[in-house]
T-cell receptor
């Protein structure tokens, strides 16, 4: 099956710094990638939809200037959490769908962000 | 909001069949039923999906009622590695659907040794 990777798998940073998370589709080209956030003991919440070569579409309540998304190629999308604060600590998960309409989204393993 | 209702938790003995119910009484004609699961601290994993016919693959079977208002995911011989949160999701037609998924709270399935 299709494989999606994320890097790093976990990161600890100081409050006020920025953190970049990468999402890669390893064996297929992803026209669309999604970013989700999951707080402890809660379900996944969609943050934004990223299409290659165009601006990301953010869900209501997600600050686009705080969570910068870049989808520069068909295999890579990045999420940058700018000026991170402790309340941004969460599990960030990306998913991808490929060309010609996959029937399912393929999820990455997630990135655990802890902001001190 | 999620369009599905699932029990928050279930237990199942190892080696037995695990039957996970899902209510989706407001499902529309062009919406499919998808099942994903999430093992602790991992990304979700696709299991199966269907429209109105029962479906089976190497992981599970999906039984959809005739009125399509509910469905059951069946893991035929549960193992300890099947302990996870199982999400039932309805979404529009497969293939080309470029929308993110709306996850409900899911069912935490615990397989007991």
């Amino acid at each position: 099956g299709a494989v999606v990777s994320q890097h790093p798998s976990w990161v600890i940073c100081k409050s006020g710094t920025s953190v970049k998370i990468e999402c890669r589709s390893l064996d297929f080209q992803a026209t669309t990638m999604f970013w989700y956030r999951q707080f402890p003991k809660q379900s996944l919440m969609l943050m934004a939809t990223s299409n290659e070569g165009s601006k990301a579409t953010y869900e209501q309540g997600v600050e686009k200037d705080k969570f910068l998304i870049n989808h520069a190629s068909l295999t890579l999308s990045t999420l940058t959490v700018t000026s991170a604060h402790p309340e941004d600590s969460s599990f960030y998960i990306c998913s991808a769908i490929g060309l010609a309409g996959f029937i399912e989204q393929f999820f990455g393993p997630g990135t655990r962000l802890t902001v001190l | 909001d999620a369009k599905t209702t699932q029990p928050p938790s279930m237990d199942c003995a190892e080696g037995r069949a695990a039957n996970l119910p899902c209510n989706h009484s407001t499902i529309s004609g062009n919406e499919y039923v998808y099942w994903y699961r999430q093992i602790h601290s991992q990304g979700p994993q696709y299991i199966i999906h269907g429209l109105k016919n029962n479906e089976t693959n190497e992981m599970a079977s999906l039984i959809i009622t005739e009125d399509r208002k509910s469905s059951t995911l069946i893991l035929p011989h549960a193992t300890l590695r099947d302990t996870a949160v199982y999400y039932c999701i309805v979404r529009e037609a497969s293939g080309g659907g470029a929308d993110g998924l709306t996850f409900g709270k899911g069912t935490h399935l615990i397989i007991q040794p």
